[in-house]
């Protein structure tokens, strides 16, 4: 140990060694010490792995397997459980080393607290560089903006002048000196001395006994003027004025208006005592708001009266003076006076004065007075005064009365026998004594009635000896009646038989006129019986009109001879059921024969879906057998799965995907097997193969794909290769043909004819309803099960996408309509209408059918049957876009295919009109065309359901469609935003404009919403001219023949216009479907008639062309 004294640091060496050692000789076991201890993970406890000599920097724990989490923090450590940070990363400082070491420092290094460790850089100085050195003179500190420099620090007593850019003397005028400034900004530190201001204490202040100004502008000129004076001033219009000499301390007064703090002397007032008090016998006058002087204490016998604004001297009756405020007497009043001021005389009192508050007589009053006051003399027709009380004597002298005995007695009250008096009751008036004779009544007032016996009565006026002849009552004064000679006295009963032709106790009534010679008894019962036609034991009721003969029972009214055609029961007062073919049966009513369509004993019962209305009367079995889609003795079973038509004999055949179909007409929901068409798939089809003709070559070759012969192609060819010729190749193209022969045309109106007839027998089941079995949409689709292609098409606010929707065993296409969650809720809310709506409506073949609703995270879909041909709207146009010669002839086949579109949506609309629903947007972007060209009318996002809609009035009200649908706005949806059934005849009006024009826009010209409504048929402009003076865009060509010139229907602005060259008849239906007022347009089914004749009869004869549209390239 002494050699190892001397050296300071060998222990520690020798220490190390030892340990190291230690570490080296260890049994080889595994280290589980941090590499992140200082000098290495060797230098930790073994068995704690605590190391031995802290961390490295970034770490810290007992083990140093912790990060530092403070930001720019380089060494760190646990202080009772908290982190903080023992050195910072270079160029940060501060606890938690946020802050950075300034710019200005060399290395841009600091310590801990900021201060540059290795000085500053060139120019600056202080502990953290934070001074620059400046060429300002008295200048302590630079600082730069994007511009200049400029003094941020000046010595003590001068301050940065910006306007000379040099340190400036403060003010000498600071309190405390040049030195009291801020160095910064030249401020005085404690303020200014007197007559001195401004914030750099430079201005001087001119005003007299003024302690502080303020410099203002007086318009253009700035003047100075003082805020606060001394004591015994105050400030006006910016100078010092003297308080008042008249104020009760003229050295004190409020300093900004002068107001005498303390009073006025006496004789003075106002709130500067400066108005002389010149009310007379007014020690202190006072303003009541500034225009009206009162005085505040009058002299002493004097007191303030409002009334005479004065000084009035105090009452005379006062004992000792009076309230000099009001006047009121402070001492009490002399005797025989009371009130406030003692201004009022006692009354006639009795023995001592009145009391001097309410002048009351304390002990009465006086002889002949009386009341509270003793102000009332006694009446004089009063007995006693003593006993007059609450206004009212005692008692009266004779032949007075009354509570003051101020009335008379009447003069004829009988007098008193005694002392000759007349008395009468002191309250009442009445009589005492009674009355004299001949009077009578309470006061003998009234005389005996001159019907009494002898003219003498009682005191009540009963006839003390009775009536005389033909009067009867107490006091004679009722007559008997005329029908009896004698009557009863007390109550005027006759007490002899009636006259003739009356009856009762008192022979007022009188024998009913229909009785038998006007005879009846006391109960006015006829006696000799009934005149003819009536019947009751008085002969008052009248035989019922429906009794043959009209002829009854005298007493029950049965008719005796039998009831009249349509009645039955005793009394013939029972009507036959209106459904009875003629007449029914007298006692049960059971009709002898039933009208068509009934049956049952009172043909209460329908014969439903029998076929031709006709069953048996007694069973209800269906004669003639059933109507389609019903089967049963009664009609009353729906057509099984795959069975339709009447009696449901037919069986469903040719449906795709071996679907079902309607039980109505056996419409097939997919569409039909490859070969087969038409709407029940019962029709083979013909498959046309188009081959492109040579440039030089004006002919088309047409191959079809049957084993037929020569012969039959030939004749195949000639009849129906224009129709089939779109209908099997491709959609567009109904119109495309030349010029037919006569025979031609003539086998074709045969054909044609008897296609019409069958739609026609078709039609009638159209318009009624499908049984609930028939029903569809109502399935929810599995998103799994349905496929879309990548082609869109737009919709009116959607876009839609065909698609494949697996069934169980096939597939089969459908028309998809998508609709984004993220649209607005108004959108989605039509977008879901639409299949509340249609999801109900049973299957009709003019309806595109709903098949069901299908939902992701994204969209929502509602499917529908697909359509091969597309929309009309696009038919029509590419009939347009195809022709090249528009004046060319085409064959009437092309009028026959567009107007039956038009029938055919029709048929739809009488079918929803009778579900009640209105589809408001009739037009033929909303119709579509299957294989067959039959139209569908789809979309009905704006449709009504009239039984839920909102009524006003009898009214149906709805939001109005969108602008751009203008043209289907008839003018009652304009103005009042009511609509009917008549609002979609409007639409049919539209659909045929767009069929005549080929799909033209119905966008309406002029200001949108401010059309004038249409003019009544004939109120029309030039002819051949529409409202601007050019034809109408679209019109179609019409030959002069069967037309007539083009005019508007509509007025010039917001309504549609007859097309230029219209054909006739379209334009008559045009017409009648535009009536301004609804009640006068045509209802559906007539239309569907008119239509319906005209492809029948308007056939082109002897090469005349009713109606061109174009003619295809």
Wanted: include cysteine; aromatic fraction near 8%; charge should be neutral.
């Amino acid at each position: 140990m002494k050699a190892l004294q001397g050296h300071p640091y060998t222990f520690p060496k020798l220490f190390l060694f030892v340990l190291l050692m230690l570490i080296v000789t260890s049994n080889g076991e595994e280290s589980h010490c941090s590499e992140n201890c200082r000098y290495g993970e060797e230098f930790c406890r073994e068995e704690t792995s605590h190391c031995l000599y802290g961390c490295d920097d970034g770490f810290l724990g007992e083990a140093c397997g912790q990060v530092c989490s403070i930001l720019y923090c380089k060494a760190c450590m646990y202080n009772n459980s908290k982190e903080i940070c023992t050195r910072c990363k270079d160029g940060h400082y501060g606890p938690d080393c946020l802050q950075q070491c300034s710019d200005t420092c060399k290395n841009k290094k600091c310590d801990r607290y900021g201060r540059c460790i290795f000085g500053c850089k060139e120019n600056h100085h202080g502990e953290k560089c934070e001074h620059q050195k400046c060429s300002f003179v008295d200048c302590l500190s630079c600082a730069y903006t994007q511009y200049e420099s400029y003094c941020s620090e000046c010595v003590k007593g001068k301050y940065w002048n910006p306007y000379i850019n040099n340190c400036t003397n403060c003010s000498d005028h600071c309190i405390g000196g040049q030195l009291a400034c801020n160095s910064s900004n030249g401020i005085c530190n404690h303020g200014c001395e007197p007559r001195w201001f401004g914030y750099l204490c430079d201005k001087y202040c001119p005003v007299d006994n003024c302690t502080q100004c303020r410099e203002v502008f007086h318009g253009t000129q700035k003047v100075k003027e003082c805020q606060v004076c001394n004591d015994g001033y105050f400030t006006s219009h910016g100078m010092c004025e003297k308080c008042s000499d008249t104020c009760l301390d003229s050295t004190s007064c409020d300093g900004q208006n002068g107001k005498c703090v303390s009073g006025c002397k006496e004789g003075w007032y106002g709130d500067r005592c400066n108005k002389m008090c010149r009310i007379s016998n007014c020690r202190k006058c006072e303003d009541f708001n500034q225009n009206h002087i009162y005085c505040e204490i009058c002299e002493n016998g004097f007191y303030w009266s409002s009334k005479d604004s004065n000084c009035s001297h105090c009452p005379p009756n006062c004992t000792n003076g009076c309230n000099i405020s009001d006047g009121s007497c402070i001492g009490g009043c002399k005797n025989g006076y009371y009130g406030n001021q003692c201004d009022t005389m006692c009354g006639h009192c009795a023995n001592i004065p009145c009391n001097e508050t309410n002048g009351y007589c304390l002990q009465g009053c006086q002889k002949g007075w009386y009341g509270t006051w003793c102000m009332s003399s006694c009446p004089i027709h009063c007995r006693s005064c003593v006993d007059f009380k609450n206004n009212t004597c005692g008692a009266c002298e004779p032949g007075w009365y009354g509570p003051r005995c101020e009335l008379k007695c009447s003069e004829f009250c009988k007098r008193n026998s005694y002392s000759n008096f007349l008395y009468c009751d002191k309250d009442t008036g009445e009589c005492s004594d009674g009355c004299p004779p001949s009077y009578r009544g309470a006061f003998c007032n009234i005389t005996c009635h001159d019907n009494c016996y002898n003219d003498i009565c009682d005191l009540t006026g009963n006839c003390s000896y009775g009536c005389k002849r033909n009067y009867y009552g107490t006091d004679c004064n009722k007559r008997c009646s005329q029908n009896c000679d004698m009557c009863h006295q007390g109550d005027g009963k006759c007490s002899v038989p009636c006259r003739q032709g009356y009856y009762g106790e008192y022979c007022t009534n009188k024998c009913s006129d229909s009785c038998l010679f006007q005879t009846c008894d006391e109960q006015g019962t006829c006696v000799s019986g009934c005149e003819a036609g009536f019947y009751g034991s008085s002969c008052q009721k009248v035989c019922n009109s429906n009794c043959m003969d009209q002829t009854c029972h005298r007493f029950t009214g049965y008719c005796t001879q039998g009831c009249g055609p349509g009645y039955y029961g005793n009394q013939c007062d029972v009507e036959c059921s209106p459904k009875c073919l003629k007449n029914c049966t007298r006692d049960l009513g059971f009709c002898l024969g039933c009208k068509k369509g009934f049956y049952g004993n009172r043909c209460e019962e329908v014969c439903q879906y029998c076929y031709n209305d006709t069953c048996a009367q007694g069973t209800g079995v269906c004669t003639q057998g059933c109507e389609v889609g019903r089967t049963g003795q009664q009609c009353a079973s729906s057509c099984q799965k795959g069975r339709f038509g009447r009696d449901c004999k037919l069986s469903c055949s040719n449906c795709k995907d071996n679907t079902l179909c309607g039980a109505i007409n056996g419409t097939c929901l997919l569409g039909c097997i490859d070969g087969w068409t038409n709407y029940n798939c019962q029709r083979k089809s013909l498959r046309i193969v188009h081959y492109t003709q040579e440039p030089d070559s004006e002919r088309s070759t047409i191959a079809i794909s049957t084993s037929a012969t020569v012969g039959v192609l030939l004749t195949i060819i000639v009849i129906v290769v224009g129709a089939v010729c779109h209908r099997r190749g491709r959609c567009p193209g109904a119109c495309a043909l030349k010029k037919k022969s006569e025979s031609d045309l003539q086998g074709d109106r045969q054909n044609y004819q008897a296609s019409l007839r069958k739609t026609s027998v078709e039609g009638s089941d159209l318009l009624m309803s499908s049984p609930p079995s028939a029903r569809v949409g109502n399935l929810t689709i599995d998103p799994a099960d349905l496929q879309l292609e990548t082609t869109e098409m737009k919709g009116l606010f959607y876009m839609v996408k065909i698609g494949r929707l697996q069934h169980t065993q096939s597939q089969s296409t459908v028309m998809v309509k998508l609709l984004c969650k993220a649209t607005q809720r108004r959108l989605q809310s039509d977008f879901l209408h639409e299949v509340e709506v249609v999801r109900t409506l049973d299957l009709h073949r003019n309806i595109l059918s709903y098949i069901g609703l299908c939902e992701n995270e994204r969209f929502i879909h509602s499917v529908f049957e697909a359509c091969g041909c597309g929309d009309l709207k696009k038919y029509l146009t590419n009939l347009k876009r195809s022709s090249s010669d528009p004046s060319s002839n085409t064959v009437q086949l092309c009028y026959m295919e567009l107007i039956k579109f038009v029938v055919d949506i029709l048929h739809a609309l009488v079918f929803l009109h009778n579900n009640k629903i209105i589809h408001r947007l009739v037009g033929a972007q909303n119709i579509y065309l299957d294989n067959d060209y039959t139209a569908k009318l789809a979309n009905f996002h704006f449709a009504i359901k009239t039984r839920d809609a909102v009524r006003e009035n009898g009214t149906i009200r709805a939001r109005k469609l969108p602008q751009r649908y203008a043209a289907w706005m008839p003018p009652e949806a304009r103005g009042e935003d009511t609509y009917s059934h008549y609002t979609d005849m409007w639409g049919i009006g539209v659909l045929l404009w767009e069929v005549v024009t080929l799909g033209s826009s119905t966008h309406l010209q002029g200001t949108p919403g401010l059309g004038s409504p249409p003019a009544t048929p004939g109120d029309h402009t030039a002819p051949g001219t529409s409202p601007n003076n050019h034809s109408t865009p679209g019109a179609s060509t019409v030959d002069p023949r069967g037309s007539r010139p083009g005019r508007p229907l509509m007025a010039p602005i917001g309504y549609l216009t007859i097309p230029i060259d219209c054909d006739r008849f379209l334009c008559q239906c045009m017409e009648q479907c535009w009536n301004p007022i609804p009640e006068n347009r045509p209802t559906f089914t007539p239309m569907v008639r008119k239509l319906s004749a005209s492809l029948t009869r308007r056939w082109p004869g002897n090469g005349e062309v009713l109606m061109s549209v174009s003619t295809l390239v």
